[in-house]
């Protein structure tokens, strides 16, 4: 969060939504574009913790506004 607070590019994904996520664009051939989404911010937040995510997820939305 503080990243964030200080202007740095972040992304947030829990884990099985990236696993998911990456999955779903290797079977589409879209594995190197869609990668590039978890590469490109300076922050990458892979959440293990499902109770957390929402939390997190809606604290960093926030800050983007």
């Not at 051939?29 to 978890?38: A, I, V």
Request: hydrophobic share 35%.
């Amino acid at each position: 969060v503080k990243a964030v607070e200080a202007g740095m590019k972040a992304y947030y994904s829990t884990l099985s939504g990236l696993i998911e996520d990456l999955r779903k664009a290797d079977a589409h051939g879209r594995f190197s574009q869609r990668w590039k989404t978890y590469t490109c911010p300076s922050l990458l937040v892979i959440d293990a913790n499902i109770l957390n995510s929402k939390t997190l997820s809606t604290t960093i939305h926030k800050q983007r506004l």
